[in-house]
């Protein structure tokens, strides 16, 4: 009878360290387990706070070398232009133009398992630098003393109107998406090395 009580008591102590080892097992996993979710979220946060506060950001920028022309004459009223008062001007201008986005309004959006969706703004004309600008030739009429001389800076004027950055915009329109692409890339997997990146574009 002493014999089976001192097993039962064997028995109770075995059982009870089995259960011990399966809670401190389970415990440390779920420690683990809430440890990596945290780094996880923290590493989401890092990505998506990356682009506050960026400010504009110049994704192409050309060095642009062209002839502008423009031309006016003289206009009588119920006749039309006076024949020989025109007057036509060449302008050779050189300039750096900055084309890119508006950081502060790309949107990073976690989608889990390391992918991110990448909201990119519409493109914007940044600004430009180092403007030069020559009168390259004049064509003028016998007449155009009574035409007012054409001002070059209402030509520079002109080459940087709304409609003629949005030509520039569209025809390097390719360019800032690859540019892009790439920044942002660059940017995401500093913070999270395995990354997946889905963009979209406003059209």
């Known amino acids: ?26 415990g440390l996993s779920y420690l683990q387990n809430n440890s990596n979710r945290g780094q996880v979220i923290s590493k989401e946060s ?18 642009i070398v062209d002839i502008y022309s423009t031309e006016q004459a003289t206009y009588i009223p119920y006749i039309g232009s006076l024949i020989g008062s ?9 300039f750096d133009a900055k084309l890119g986005i508006d950081g502060n309004r ?4 976690p989608l889990g398992n ?11 004309f940044i600004g430009f630098d180092n403007l030069k600008s020559e009168v390259a030739a004049e064509n003028n009429g ?23 950055k949005k030509i520039y915009l569209g025809k390097y329109h390719k360019q800032l998406e690859d540019s892009a692409r790439v920044f942002f890339t660059q940017l995401i997997r500093a913070i999270d090395p395995d990354a997946k990146l889905t963009f ?3 059209t």
């Not at 025109?86 to 050189?94: M, N, Y």
């Open 114 to 124: 390391n992918n991110y969706e990448v909201k990119i703004p519409p493109f914007i």
């Open 106 to 109: 790309v949107v990073i959006t």
């Open 46 to 63: 890092s990505v998506v706070d990356s682009v506050a506060d960026i400010g504009e950001i110049a994704l192409v920028q050309l060095g």
């Open 1 to 26: 009878m002493k014999k089976k009580s001192v097993l039962t008591k064997l028995l109770a102590i075995i059982i009870a360290v089995i259960v011990l080892v399966i809670v401190v097992v389970l």
């Open 200 to 202: 979209v574009f406003s």
């Open 86 to 94: 025109e007057r036509k001007k060449f302008l050779r201008v050189e």
């Open 142 to 164: 016998i007449l155009s003393w009574t035409n007012p001389q054409i001002d070059s800076t209402d030509m520079i004027n002109e080459i940087f109107s709304d409609a003629n």
